[in-house]
């Protein structure tokens, strides 16, 4: 049995992974961490990390991004494992997060689900067929009116995989307002949608001379992202140092 701690346990995927981890039989989550406190929950909560006194195997962690530092140094410092979900990171964060898997395990996906996951692969292997024939590749996502970072860390991800794909030749436009110029056939388009209460959709866009193909998840519900957080967190428990993702987890 993994024992969790879910960070940031209160708010809207906290909750999600608590509903679903009572259904499992391979983790419970033991305690959480939220400085709310009005929500009730059948693990003890804590407002810091300081004052949590529970004994855990892994940390959950899907809070936000002021939240990171302090979660790092305490994972650092106590030897635990981390499934890093927080998306909207800054660079200075990042390094700090690859400072850190160099003494406990860290997980980081900027997506949890196994259809996006499987998505990457996808359009890797589409972009060197289409994006090499001069196609041009534009990413459209869709969020709730509620998500505050644009374009989504999924997004972003399913970008470098392309540029990965077509070995880093492209760069990343996010605002075509302030130019008054033809696209450039090197670079890759990400446009954000807010609005109502969307999950989540990614649609890649391969924009050729009279075709165009579509590849599109889209999600409908938060609870594929629980349920592959929880499934990290189980594959996570006990692993060396290091940083890991979501395809070490779909090939286990």
Not at 114 to 143: C, P, Q, S, Y
Not at 157 to 172: G, I, R, S
């Amino acid at each position: 049995m993994v024992r969790i701690l879910m960070h940031g346990c209160n708010g809207k995927m906290g909750q999600v992974i608590t509903g679903l981890a009572k259904e499992m039989k391979q983790a419970k989550i033991v305690a959480g961490l939220d400085r709310y406190d009005g929500i009730p929950n059948d693990y003890p909560v804590f407002p810091t990390f300081n004052d949590c006194n529970v004994e855990f195997d892994v940390i959950i962690d899907f809070s936000n991004a002021g939240a990171v530092d302090s979660l790092l140094e305490y994972a650092v410092a106590k030897k635990v494992p981390v499934v890093l979900c927080t998306t909207g990171l800054s660079e200075e964060q990042l390094k700090k997060v690859e400072e850190a898997s160099k003494t406990i395990a860290i997980l980081r996906s900027a997506n949890m689900s196994l259809g996006v996951n499987t998505l990457f692969e996808l359009v890797k292997a589409a972009a060197k067929v289409l994006a090499t024939a001069g196609f041009d590749m534009e990413i459209v996502e869709r969020h709730h009116n509620q998500k505050v970072d644009a374009p989504s860390g999924t997004a972003i991800a399913f970008a470098e995989a392309l540029n990965e794909a077509m070995n880093h030749e492209y760069h990343y436009v996010y605002d075509r307002s302030s130019v008054r110029e033809k696209r450039d056939e090197k670079e890759i388009g990400l446009s954000a949608v807010r609005g109502g209460t969307i999950v989540g959709e990614h649609e890649i866009i391969f924009a050729g001379p009279d075709e165009v193909v579509e590849l599109k998840h889209t999600a409908y519900s938060k609870a594929i992202f629980g349920k592959g957080a929880l499934e990290a967190a189980i594959f996570l428990a006990g692993k060396p140092a290091g940083m890991y993702d979501m395809s070490h987890v779909i090939k286990k």
